[in-house]
């Protein structure tokens, strides 16, 4: 009902409704629906914070132009919405997803407590709800937890990495967003760090796939890991740091290992912008 009718909704409203829905989110029984209320909450409060420092900078541009003389507190004010405005801007882009399809709930503290997860729980459950919670940076408790779980009894499910490894990266965006509003060493650190992390994560899952990837997450988990070679590249570029060379390396192996399921016009895609920046780089 709330989000029905988000567009009379105040800014405090909004965000209340998030952190109530993040609180539903955080509990041991977690479900496909809770998810998706989430994500639309964070969405909605994104957006309207967003409008809130939009309209504070449209008056403070207002007050500059129709003042002479330029206020140099009032330019730095300026400068400081403006940058919270593409922060929030690029958040709402980068934190959106599809809600999940499915309904289904799990019960985490029964989950933790089995020697085994059931097949049902993995693809109902674990899978669709994981590839969700990783573009809800708050909800770190669950999906700790879920990890964890899924470590122990599923260690050999490139599953697991493929999921980690996309929640660091999203880790990692947020943080180099900042990074480039401040232009501070820290968040750029802390945005390298979790890309790091990133592809531990997920040159883990590679590992356990075959020379030629047949399931579905198998494959996933190749594309992921090209995704990734490809979007680390563009982050060293961004920031202008030089591109190591065992990354160059890193990339080169992802062609290699794209090329059996290149006929996928999703592989070919990612494939072709490795290939681009290889020869770029030659």
Do not use: W
């Not at 009379?8 to 029984?29: G, I, K, Y």
């Not at 958040?91 to 309904?103: D, F, G, N, R």
């Not at 590679?206 to 190749?222: C, M, Q, R, T, W």
């Not at 990339?251 to 006929?263: D, F, H, N, T, W």
């Amino acid at each position: 009902m709330f989000l029905q009718e988000a567009e009379n909704r105040s800014l405090e409203n909004a965000r209340d409704a998030f952190l109530l829905a993040m609180l539903e989110v955080e509990t041991p029984m977690i479900s496909t629906q809770k998810i998706n209320m989430a994500l639309a909450a964070q969405t909605l409060y994104l957006t309207k914070l967003q409008k809130y420092i939009q309209d504070d900078l449209s008056e403070t541009e207002s007050k500059i132009k129709g003042g002479g003389n330029v206020d140099a507190i009032l330019k730095k004010q300026e400068e400081r919405l403006q940058g919270e405005v593409d922060f929030l801007q690029k958040c709402v882009v980068l934190l959106k997803t599809e809600p999940i399809a499915s309904v289904y709930e799990l019960n985490l503290n029964k989950s933790k407590a089995e020697k085994t997860i059931p097949f049902g729980d993995i693809k109902n459950g674990f899978d669709p709800m994981l590839r969700s919670l990783v573009f809800l940076p708050l909800a770190s408790q669950n999906l700790e937890l879920m990890f964890d779980i899924l470590h122990r009894l599923e260690g050999k499910n490139p599953l697991v990495g493929l999921h980690q490894s996309k929640m660091y990266d999203v880790l990692a965006q947020i943080q180099l967003i900042i990074a480039t509003a401040v232009n501070e060493a820290e968040p750029k650190k802390d945005g390298f760090e979790h890309l790091s992390k990133a592809m531990s994560a997920i040159s883990g899952a590679v590992k356990l796939v075959g020379d030629v990837p047949e399931k579905s997450v198998e494959k996933a988990a190749i594309h992921r890991f090209g995704q990734l070679c490809y979007t680390i590249h563009r982050s060293y570029k961004s920031h202008n740091i030089p591109v190591p060379n065992d990354h160059m390396d890193r990339m080169q192996k992802a062609v290699s290992l794209l090329e059996p399921i290149a006929a996928d016009p999703r592989i070919q895609k990612i494939q072709s912008k490795l290939l681009y920046v290889l020869s770029e780089e030659n």
